[in-house]
């Protein structure tokens, strides 16, 4: 099941809406190509810098590779242990154990209503399980939070979580078996107005209630970040094929 087996146009099955010809790929599958490609449709780091709630800073720049690479079309984000830095710059102020890598993507996520009744986020990954990484594809809010849509949070177990934040106590969550089997997987999501649906490879998983993302922009992540206690090597996480659309009716 490495390879995407569905054509873009048979990707949506039970939304409100099937892709038709208005509707816009905002972020391609050749963003991995080269690092100008990259460049054009993500920013590395987080949108606030390198520091979030977990063990992991985040390290990457235009010429610094080491945790932020792509190559063939295959983006690879690496972890690797570190010790001697100060902690987290971001409450709860974890200490920092690891280096990793994240991208945020310069295209936002906004249902309005009227421009775009919906987005189509996609992706396949290869995720390491270990205990103690925490890589994540996912979306949050870009003023404030929640909302936050979890497309795939990968939790150092071989399952695969999809979690909906209409508030921050107001959640829905769901797991699944991830095929940890070292080949590429597809996750995806479709959002509209009311309602987010979470899919793994071809199969829909769950269908949140998405009450509240209306009109609320959002940033697209990926990380591969590890906790404590984990990994003593390098652990690394790969995406390829990230495909953004835009659903217009
Ligand atoms: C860290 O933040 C992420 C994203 O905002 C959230 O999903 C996660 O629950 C937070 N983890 C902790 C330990 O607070
Ligand atoms: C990139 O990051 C490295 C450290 O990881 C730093 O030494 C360098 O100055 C940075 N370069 C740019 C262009 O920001
Ligand atoms: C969706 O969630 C909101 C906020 O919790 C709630 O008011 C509403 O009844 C829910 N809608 C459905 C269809 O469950």
Known sequence: MGIRNYPLVGLVFLTHALLSSADTVVLPATSFDT????????????????????????????????????????????????????????????????????????VQINVDGTDAVGYQVEGEFISPTAKGTWPAFWLTAVNGWPPEADIGEWKGTEQIWSNTFRTASDVSSSTVPWPADGNFHCVKAVTSDLTIAYYLDDALQATHNATGFLGQAMWLYMEGSSGSPGPSGTTIFQARNVIVTKLTS
């Open 35 to 106: 690092y100008s490609t990259l460049e054009q449709y993500w920013a590395y780091l987080y949108p606030w810098g390198s520091d979030h709630n977990g063990s992991a800073r985040m390290v990457g720049n235009s010429s610094d590779h080491e945790h932020i690479s792509v190559s063939g079309g295959v983006l690879t984000l690496s972890a690797t242990p570190v010790s001697g830095q100060p902690p987290s710059t971001s409450n709860p102020h974890p200490a920092i154990n690891y280096f990793s890598g994240t991208i945020h993507a310069n």
